[in-house]
């Protein structure tokens, strides 16, 4: 029987890009660092056939496993899209929507509040993801005004979510703010001399689509003025 701890996608060092999505030594290190083709063509806004051609001529690292599934470098595609987005980027218009990150665990609730969000009639460009990995994957090249994350985690991952986030922000500039919401009452995000303590927030309650809307609808007018 197989007792092994399921591997945490947030149980990383965060050095590097590669390094922030290695997996603990509990389980296979290479895992997380390696995409499959379909991954990579959504990371990198690219048709499947695309990626082939890529992986063909070895622009794009990849390999294959014994069942025969494609699997790329995670680094390799984060260097072509840094290689082919920083000539492209251009200032973006005063009145662009907010940018706005939303982690959570539940299809569910994320269903639901994509419906919700297009009733919103806010300014906003909301994205939802099921994992930090993925958010934070996206936020590598892309600037967001705010990230939303939803904690149900025991307390020490929580702690380690806190100090990776912190870490995150500091070494990058793509995240402007981070809302952290957990059922711990006494949960503080790490501080050290120097740091934007207001940069990371952590709230005590529940993701409701009603909550959300109203918090949303608060951030919007508190940027406006």
Do not use: C
């Amino acid at each position: 029987m197989d007792n092994s701890q399921p591997m945490n996608d947030l149980d990383y060092p965060v050095n590097s890009p590669a390094q922030m999505f290695a997996a603990s030594d509990k389980a296979e290190p290479q895992i997380s660092e390696f995409l499959t083709s379909s991954q990579a063509a959504k990371r990198l806004g690219l048709s499947m056939a695309t990626i082939q051609k890529l992986v063909d001529n070895n622009i794009l690292q990849a390999w294959k496993t014994f069942g025969g599934h494609r699997r790329i470098s995670l680094a390799s595609v984060l260097s072509y899209q840094t290689s082919n987005t920083s000539s492209q980027q251009t200032s973006a218009p005063t009145n662009r929507p907010y940018q706005v990150s939303i982690v959570i665990e539940s299809p569910e609730l994320i269903k639901r509040l994509s419906k919700d969000a297009t009733q919103w009639q806010l300014p906003l460009k909301v994205s939802f993801f099921e994992s930090l990995t993925e958010a934070l994957l996206e936020l590598l090249n892309q600037k967001h005004d705010l990230l939303i994350l939803q904690m149900n985690s025991p307390r020490k991952q929580q702690e380690k979510i806190l100090e990776i986030l912190q870490k995150f922000m500091g070494s990058r500039h793509t995240l402007a703010h981070t809302l952290i919401l957990t059922p711990e009452t006494d949960l503080l995000p790490p501080t050290k001399p120097g740091d934007n303590a207001g940069s990371i927030q952590v709230v005590n309650n529940d993701l409701s689509p009603l909550w959300l809307s109203a918090y949303l609808a608060g951030f919007v007018a508190q940027r406006r003025n």
